[in-house]
T-cell receptor, first 115, second 119 residues
Framework: DAKTTQPPSMDCAEGRAANLPCNHS???????VYWYRQIHSQGPQYIIH???NNETNEMASLIITEDRKSSTLILPHATLRDTAVYYC????????????????FGTGTLLAVQP | GAVVSQHPSRVICKSGTSVKIECRSL??????MFWYRQFPKQSLMLMAT?????????EQGVEKDKFLINHASLTLSTLTVTSAHPEDSSFYIC???????????????FGPGTRLTVT
């Protein structure tokens, strides 16, 4: 079962920041927070991941609360091409073998960027 | 970045026939590959985990005799849907990781998916 809770859908105006929340209240100390997105009829695309510090890359920023029970993915300037389902997943970061590599997808958040 | 390809991108087959889907890591060696299935308007469901040179590990409820997985090399895994039926029609997605035991902070890269339609 997925260990995260996300709103089913969100809207965002083009050019504005999109803030996607995720709750992971049962996260373990060795689990990372990963974000992927899936544009319609394509394979998922990796966005970003983090353990406890905030992270930023060319695509997005990830803000993790101090207690690590929730996080927010921020797309700073959303475009129409960012319309997709965004998945928040918790997973152990260290590779102990095949079983721990698994990504278990929940239902995600459908982000609709409006012109 | 790491690239994973799938072939074919879409396939239509008749009920009762078998169909093979290939998943290749193009610029890295994939020690582990995963197969997912996605029905319309649903999330991805993990079917099996495949480590190079060993038997695949199937998730609960997935028939291993129906969905044959082979991971004979570090760059290729195949999924064969045997005796396909219309209910097997779905979007099949593979992913690959080059992570090895003991390595931290590794990534999983996804293929573009294969749309299977069984008539």
């Amino acid at each position: 079962d997925a260990k995260t809770t996300q709103p089913p859908s969100m809207d965002c105006a083009e050019g504005r920041a999109a803030n996607l929340p995720c709750n992971h209240s049962t996260i373990s100390g060795n689990e990372y927070v990963y974000w992927y997105r899936q544009i319609h009829s394509q394979g998922p695309q990796y966005i970003i991941h983090g353990l406890k510090n905030n992270e930023t890359n060319e695509m997005a920023s990830l803000i993790i609360t101090e207690d690590r029970k929730s996080s927010t993915l921020i797309l700073p300037h959303a475009t129409l091409r960012d319309t997709a389902v965004y998945y928040c997943i918790v997973r152990v970061g260290r590779n102990y073998g095949g079983a721990t590599n698994k990504l278990i997808f929940g239902t995600g958040t459908l982000l609709a960027v409006q012109p | 970045g790491a690239v994973v390809s799938q072939h074919p991108s879409r396939v239509i087959c008749k009920s009762g026939t078998s169909v093979k889907i290939e998943c290749r890591s193009l610029d890295f060696q994939a020690t582990t590959m995963f197969w997912y299935r996605q029905f319309p308007k649903q999330s991805l469901m993990l079917m099996a985990t495949s480590n190079e040179g060993s038997k695949a590990t199937y998730e609960q409820g997935v028939e291993k005799d129906k969905f044959l997985i082979n991971h004979a090399s570090l760059t290729l895994s195949t999924l064969t849907v045997t005796s396909a039926h219309p209910e097997d029609s779905s979007f099949y997605i593979c992913s690959a990781t080059q992570g090895r035991a003991g390595r931290s902070d590794y990534e999983q890269y996804f293929g573009p998916g294969t749309r299977l339609t069984v008539t």
